[in-house]
């Protein structure tokens, strides 16, 4: 398996963004957020994913030029029209203003409209989290999902994202798993997925990864995880007024526009009692829950996090290991554009 | 099975609850909101629970007087100490300060430390809706629920509930069920409960409903639920600076007082777009997902709040069922504080 770096494989990345049309600053700011989520092990919201960016791009389906536009602020409030736009360039600069927004005002709540992939939620939502602040970010994404008892896709996975002063984060799917998972699976030869993931096309439970690919995600523990997928579709695009549900596109598919909305709620901790109270306050939770004894079979109990952390020391001190497949899908995306991949 | 009508037991629940010396004026807030959730056919959240409350004043163990007090308010952020008073009137209170901040601000986020069991976060997020506002309510609850991994009670059931002007409402613990689904089936001698709902105390997964009752609930779907009651325990505990985790009592146990934190947040939805829009969004997006072709196996798509506003227009109708070890502890609590249960 290929092993690369993060400055190195940052780099490359970069590079095809900008042979791709990005602006240098917004190809930078792109990267940087692709191979945090390598770093922190989510490959599924990785690199993984810049083959499809510079799909749409090519395909002329993304303005990367555009910096959006602010519909209205008042209060707490900001209304943003990401004017299809890069994703990354458009979180970040949401992110900036819930931060402004709720230093202000004590909390903040950015929604954007015709959005693209942010890559993955935690990586803003700690935008917040570095200003001493809550940070919950969500998004809709494309109908890969039924709703409870359906058999046709019509939510996104979207995912609930919070960040927190303190040795917690939680960055999940409102599935079972996140889609980039079966993708990956299929992208690397994978046959079997576990039970519980996804329904074939007919809405039948299946662990084949190539009906899978072709069908849809099952919602975590069922009507539970539809009414949260439904409660981040009301957040992003119902109150943005963006494309709802099965009018958005994919990533994965031409034609057509992505359309994501996003949220970016910020809330300013010190207005509750000082970060530094509030930090030690998480610490203490965490280590009440990981002083837990553990239930049989188990060495261990992880909070929300952990993994991730633990995955990004060991990366960044022995470089991202990517999987054979992950690798070709870059090297092919990086030759389309006449950039030269780094000898790995 | 006895069935009573609506106004009939508010007002049997209220002389109750005036009798055990809880003010009028809240007697008939706590009363109302209780036989709403049997209405809404969560009879796991009404009057059940009066007995453990009866219990709790009758022991000195909540302060039904105390009006609880503002800590400090600051732009969109209102802390607040509810003094161990009655948590449907610290409910009340909370979410009427939202709905005012969020009038003037765009948002608000009210939390509360200190409180008592407030009965179904449903109602409460509901009064922001009226509003014409999104309510979302969390409130942390007795450590019944083991960390994923864990095999010792160390968080609550911490139930996430979001209202939305449109035909979508959402109340659900974060763990499988909630804990009151086991106590109903203990009360009223139901030897089984499905697998998948709680852990012996062991943490063993259990179908028998004595071990369950001794138990601990799952968190849904796993380290996900975990992930979402910790969530909710940083929003509301460790903001509020309250008891966290297995700090808090409960309404089951005696000698101790139940140190709840809840949250309640508001989203004016007039500053992103009228509301009359935003209902319309809501309603095209219920329809989009009620009208998804079932899976095998299922007739019909639902949404949040589906089955409970059907049970309400029925309860509504022919009153209110209430089964018979539901009716038995009520009148026994009645006959303590020497009130006379009406004839049904």
């Not at 190809?27 to 994913?49: E, F, K, M, P, W």
């Not at 949401?94 to 409209?113: E, P």
Request: charged share 20%.
């Amino acid at each position: 398996m290929p092993v690369i770096s993060a400055p190195e494989i940052t780099r490359f990345v970069e590079q095809i963004l900008v042979a791709a049309e990005v602006p240098p600053h917004k190809a930078s700011i792109a990267a940087t957020s692709l191979v945090a989520s390598n770093l922190r092990g989510v490959d599924s919201h990785g690199i993984q994913l810049l083959p499809f960016y510079v799909d749409q791009l090519l395909a002329g389906e993304m303005d990367p030029r555009t910096d959006g536009r602010v519909i209205s602020e008042f209060g707490s409030c900001l209304h943003f029209d990401g004017q299809n736009g890069l994703g990354q360039w458009i979180a970040d600069t949401c992110c900036r203003h819930a931060v402004r927004i709720a230093s202000a005002q004590g909390m903040a709540m950015v929604v954007a409209r015709e959005s693209n992939h942010f890559g993955a939620a935690a990586w803003w939502a700690q935008k917040m989290r570095a200003a001493g602040q809550i940070g919950i970010v969500m998004c809709n994404a494309s109908p890969l999902v039924p709703p409870w008892q359906g058999k046709e896709g019509r939510l996104g996975t979207n995912p609930i994202c919070m960040s927190v002063p303190g040795p917690w984060l939680l960055d999940m799917a409102t599935t079972t798993v996140a889609a980039g998972r079966i993708f990956k699976a299929m992208i690397n030869g994978k046959p079997d997925i576990p039970p519980g993931w996804a329904f074939d096309s007919e809405g039948v439970p299946t662990t084949d990864t190539a009906r899978a690919y072709k069908g849809m995600l099952m919602p975590l523990g069922g009507y539970k995880g539809s009414g949260l997928a439904m409660m981040v579709e009301i957040l992003c695009s119902v109150l943005s007024g963006g494309a709802m549900a099965n009018e958005l596109g994919g990533i994965r598919f031409r034609g057509k526009t992505v359309r994501v909305s996003q949220m970016f709620m910020a809330i300013d901790v010190s207005r509750f009692m000082p970060v530094e109270e509030f930090t030690a306050r998480v610490e203490r939770l965490v280590k009440v829950m990981k002083t837990t004894p553990t239930a049989p079979g188990y060495e261990e109990v992880l909070v929300a996090g952990d993994p991730e952390w633990r995955r990004e020391a060991e990366r960044l001190r022995n470089g991202i290991p990517i999987e054979q497949g992950n690798w070709d899908a870059l090297c092919k995306t990086a030759a389309r554009v006449r950039v030269t991949a780094p000898v790995v």
